[in-house]
């Protein structure tokens, strides 16, 4: 006759994993598109809303530092925001890119890493396209995947 001590330990430790081992992302990539509008509170400091595939409507809350480059019309900007869905999910984000003084127009990346709620262990990133309109003032527009 076998033992079911092996089986047993087998089923145990399999248990035990489920609920020791933290949740992961779902390593399923999904387009995400955002469309939105910002303004800047300070020098570096800005809040924002808008509406995106996996937020809905959404808040924002971020920082950026504005940096020369070789180009004196064009500055690197490199910082971070914090969007906040309807029912209090945050997805963080990390954000590198380029305003041109002289058109306004700002490029960048936006990678994804991490969040609340939902958002957990969220990863991806987006490109994001925007105008500065005056007055610290920013539309964007936001393509690319996120994997949450």
Avoid: C, K
Avoid at 14 to 28: D, K
Avoid at 43 to 56: P, R
Avoid at 57 to 73: C, I, Q, R
């Amino acid at each position: 006759m076998r033992s079911v001590f092996p089986r047993l330990v087998t089923v145990l430790a399999l248990a035990v994993t489920a609920f020791v081992l933290p949740e992961r992302a779902s390593a399923n990539p999904v387009p995400h598109v955002a469309r939105g509008g910002a303004q800047f509170t300070t020098a570096n400091d800005f809040v924002g809303s808008g509406n995106a595939t996996h937020l809905g409507n959404y808040t924002e809350v971020g920082n950026v530092a504005f940096t020369g480059t070789g180009d004196p019309n064009v500055l690197a900007v490199s910082g971070w925001t914090v969007y906040t869905a309807a029912d209090g999910s945050e997805l963080w984000a990390h954000v590198d890119g380029t305003l041109n003084t002289s058109t306004g127009a700002v490029a960048a990346t936006i990678t994804y890493t991490g969040g609340l709620g939902r958002f957990v262990g969220a990863t991806g990133s987006s490109s994001l396209v925007g105008q500065m309109l005056g007055g610290g003032a920013l539309q964007v527009a936001v393509t690319g995947n996120i994997d949450f």
